[in-house]
C-alpha cells in the first residue's frame, strides 16, 4: 500500500457515510472520468449530497463503480437516523435511480466506520491500471473531516 492510498483511506474514514453503491453499466463503459461524473449525476439527482466514486474494470475492460455516498444531514433527523427502516427506505430510491439508468446496481447502508474502513481496504488501495480514476464529488465545504 502506498502513502497516497493509506492517506485516502484515512480521509474517508474520517467523513460520514450513508451508503456504499456499486454500479455495474448495462452499456459497456470504458472512460473511467465519464463513467464517474455520469454516475455522480444520478446520485446526485436522486439526492446524494457528496460522493467518493472509484473506477474498477472488470477482466473484460469494462468498467464498473464503486462508491461512498453522503446524503443532506437534515434528511434524517437525529432521531431517525438511528431507524434503518427509513435508511434501507432511502437506499432503496437509490438503488432504483441507478438501476433504471445504468443497470446491475447495489446500494447497501453504512453502519459503521469499521464499515469505511473496509470498504477502503477492499477497494481504494487496490492496485489496478485506474488506480488514478477516483473522484470527490459535491461541493468543497461538504469535505470537511469531523472531529
Avoid at 473511467?32 to 444520478?42: D, E, L, M, T, Y
Avoid at 464503486?66 to 430510491?93: C, I, N, T, V, W
Wanted: net charge neutral; glycine share 6%.
Amino acid at each position: 500500500m502506498s502513502a497516497v492510498t493509506d492517506g485516502y483511506s484515512d480521509y474517508l474514514q474520517s467523513l460520514t457515510w450513508d451508503y456504499f453503491a456499486t454500479v455495474t453499466f448495462r452499456t459497456p463503459r470504458r472512460d473511467p472520468i465519464r463513467a464517474g461524473n455520469s454516475v455522480w449525476g444520478v446520485v446526485h439527482k436522486a439526492g446524494v449530497q457528496r460522493a467518493f466514486l472509484a473506477v474498477e474494470p472488470h477482466e473484460t475492460g469494462d468498467l464498473h463503480i464503486h462508491g461512498l455516498l453522503k446524503m443532506p444531514d437534515e434528511m434524517f433527523d437525529r432521531q431517525d437516523y438511528a431507524r434503518s427502516d427509513l435508511r434501507a427506505g432511502r437506499a432503496y430510491d437509490l438503488w432504483r435511480s441507478v438501476f433504471n439508468v445504468f443497470g446491475r446496481s447495489k446500494v447497501e447502508m453504512v453502519h459503521s466506520p469499521y464499515d469505511v474502513s473496509q470498504y477502503c481496504s477492499k477497494y481504494v488501495v487496490k492496485e489496478t491500471k485506474h488506480q488514478d480514476c477516483y473522484n470527490f464529488y459535491g461541493q468543497a465545504g461538504l469535505w470537511q473531516p469531523i472531529h
